[in-house]
């Protein structure tokens, strides 16, 4: 899809224009696979193969003053949080954590303390979902960095952005727009008590590697994304993968209590905030009744949100059943503002 | 050797104050091996088993004015040596690079033509060493950094810091100083053509991979590291994890002729400078032999430097038979200035 004139009218301009997503893309065509590649870059995680067995691959960093400002987010905090973005990218193609390797970069007069307790939180998070951290990096940056690349156990069947098919339906775990909502919040009253149910969503998510496990493992998903940059982005990533498009129900997107006590019936954080780390699946028909007899085994709420279709885009539907014009927005880190 | 007391005594200072290795130290006694965990952290990689057999982990980062500085390295250059410092990881263990991740971060207004000659860098390295990056991750920075996590098949036998025995003889491959002296002709003339021979060694690292792992698959070697801080400092690693100590020749240590033109007979730098990239290794005697015999397969010189002793400590002898104080430092930078 992005061929070599996309490459060349890149040339001159900067991240910011071209956006992390448009840049990636131009990415993608140069990483082709090799030998023990089973899938490449572009998913959630890559597959490899070590040892006769496939492995999921990934990486993510967390950035001082991008991802994180310290004034909310304690360096424990975004240690755990640090593994817990990428056990989410595990989450959703039902992998097993197990072995991740830290690079961490902080300033010369960072407090020993602040860095014991920012390893104690990657250290935690990770047992907490089985993982061994064996190895790590430490530089000097002047603004505090934590890269974590994670290696986890596949699952026998492989499930990734590319399955969806006309008529499955798309179904959503957790709530969404929590965290989206606790970072405004946040930016507007930087004193808020850190231990709010709100702020803990975006500053301890928990990924739902128990839910992903079994929607891989059962066969009931034919594909899986983590929520990360937003429902209508990451749906779209799902659509634009497995060439088909999608409508979605705005009153059906699951929100907590604490979003519909602020934001009454408005969905629009829900749908376009980033950072929830919910999953994100497609579901075919015929598997429906197994998902709804299943959902004890989950570990928490799915929700049925609308479906997918052959014609292309992201549909919405609002309460009344007319067609809401589609949120395009989701979280560019190079395009929207830092935290 | 770091107790519960060390960890006290760092609290309230700063990383600066502990110093990068004396912070990492305590970092260790933090991470426990796990299921699986073969090698845990401390050595060159980490030891894990996949799919019923070991691979090799590590993870290292590259940090601008830290690590490199744009006005000397190129895009190009810092994705090539990123690669190359974890790649010269696996050599000091024998391995075989085969997968990595890559996380980096860029300024927003970092042009796309320089974020597309940092991973041409990144791509052609690992193709070079033949891995294949699988994946990656781009942040917003406000300086550059790119962090690689690479994983290596490991040989059958494992060679850490830690088998080094009094008696044996201490050899380090090519020649040790010249990138460090290029760092020194930089920063006072950083004009200077880039393509130079002594920056090419700074800039463009080539990690002993083939040396590696013939060292290790032949069974000549009893512990090997990468010189990446300097010789002595690296040394001392060896023989802290071998609890042993060494003596070396100052005038054996191997260095170019280009260094020889700069510095005369002065080995300094050559015993006290990073980022080489060149293997130092014990060998026992039973295998000198062998070693000298096999001399051409290595892909590169080697040279006798010293040898093992029962000791602590590591001992320098001038060209004269004399006791030369020992250099204590090497490359810690959070002590250190930036290049």
Not at 8 to 24: N, W, Y
Not at 167 to 196: F, N, R
Not at 239 to 268: F, L, M, N
Request: glycine share 12%.
């Amino acid at each position: 899809v992005f061929g070599l004139a996309g490459l060349m009218s890149a040339r001159g301009r900067t991240i910011a224009e071209l956006g992390e997503f448009g840049f990636l893309s131009t990415l993608l065509q140069r990483l082709r696979g090799g030998a023990g590649v089973v899938v490449g870059p572009g998913q959630d995680c890559a597959v490899i193969r070590c040892g006769g067995r496939n492995y999921l691959y990934t990486v993510d960093a967390l950035v001082e003053g991008v991802h994180f400002d310290p004034r909310w987010a304690s360096p424990r905090r975004v240690g755990r949080k640090s593994f817990m973005v990428n056990a989410s990218d595990v989450a959703a193609m039902g992998g097993r954590p197990r072995f991740c390797v830290v690079s961490i970069g902080v300033p010369p007069a960072y407090a020993c303390r602040d860095l014991h307790a920012l390893q104690r939180g990657i250290v935690q998070a990770a047992r907490a979902c089985g993982a061994a951290v064996v190895g790590g990096n430490l530089s000097r940056s002047e603004r505090v960095f934590v890269s974590i690349a994670l290696l986890a156990e596949a699952p026998r069947r492989l499930v990734t952005r590319r399955g969806a098919r006309p008529g499955d339906q798309v179904y959503v775990t957790g709530s969404l727009g929590d965290a989206a909502l606790a970072l405004q919040q946040l930016c507007t009253k930087p004193a808020m008590e850190p231990s709010a149910a709100l702020p803990r969503r975006l500053l301890e998510p928990s990924p739902r590697l128990r839910a992903g496990s079994f929607l891989v493992g059962s066969g009931i998903v034919s594909a899986m994304i983590d929520v990360s940059d937003g429902l209508l982005q990451d749906l779209g990533h799902i659509c634009r993968e497995s060439d088909v498009g999608a409508t979605i129900r705005t009153a059906s997107v699951p929100v907590s209590a604490a979003y519909r006590r602020v934001q009454g019936a408005d969905r629009r954080l829900a749908l376009s905030g980033g950072e929830d780390y919910e999953l994100m699946c497609t579901v075919p028909v015929p598997q429906v009744q197994r998902l709804e007899a299943h959902r004890a085994r989950l570990g928490c709420r799915i929700t049925r949100i609308g479906e997918v279709t052959r014609s292309q885009g992201v549909r919405l539907v609002g309460p009344h059943g007319e067609t809401v014009d589609p949120v395009t927005c989701g979280f560019d880190h190079f395009r929207s503002g830092s935290q």
